[in-house]
């Protein structure tokens, strides 16, 4: 089982604990896969400001972002790398470790057990084509991972305050877009850092 902690008044997570269990198990890589969950920012929890987002997540390297869109697809990103800007005066450059990955649930649900298709995890991991891997621009208000794709396009952006976002095919994660809309509404989105002894 994964072990969320317990918060005051908590919101609804989005995650299923069923869900949890698959990306722990494959999203996450060995040194966290077993650590406690601690939810550091709900959008739902803790509104929908950029700057509160970087204030909740200070100083946490390995953080696990996911987000609902209006039409209900679930998805995220696994980052190794501390949420913040990189290019100091010269504006926001790419950063990151091979860590990372992007991943989504299965949309399609065919019914059935724990293990059912509502329940499996597709995971895009670094490919090693180039280190457009993590992006953190606050001027723009704007997370991003994966690029190179013949369109320009990230494997995911979230801008405008959590209110939208991006995604498309990329060559730092070999993704498909992770839902069908290549631009979405999302409807919530958390981070999670994982509490350990050398966190």
Do not use: M
């Amino acid at each position: 089982e994964v072990v969320v902690e317990a918060e005051p008044n908590t919101t609804k997570h989005i995650l299923t604990a069923a869900q949890r269990r698959s990306v722990a198990l494959h999203v996450l890589p060995p040194s966290v896969r077993y650590c406690r969950w601690r939810r550091l920012y709900s959008l739902a929890r803790d509104g929908d400001s950029f700057e509160a987002f970087l204030r909740h997540v200070a100083g946490w390297k390995r953080t696990l972002l996911v987000l609902t869109t209006s039409r209900g697809d679930v998805f995220g990103a696994y980052a190794d790398s501390a949420w913040e800007n990189q290019g100091h005066s010269l504006g926001a450059t790419f950063y990151g470790s091979a860590q990372a990955s992007l991943w989504r649930i299965q949309s399609n649900d065919s019914g059935g057990d724990g293990d059912s298709p509502r329940n499996k995890v597709i995971v895009y991991k670094w490919t090693g084509a180039n280190r457009y891997i993590q992006l953190c621009d606050p001027q723009a208000k704007l997370l991003a991972l994966g690029g190179g794709g013949d369109d320009g396009e990230f494997g995911l952006c979230v801008e405008n305050d959590f209110q939208r976002g991006s995604t498309g095919s990329c060559e730092t994660f070999g993704n498909e877009p992770l839902c069908d809309q290549d631009r979405f509404d999302i409807v919530d989105l958390e981070c999670y850092g994982f509490p350990t002894g050398f966190a």
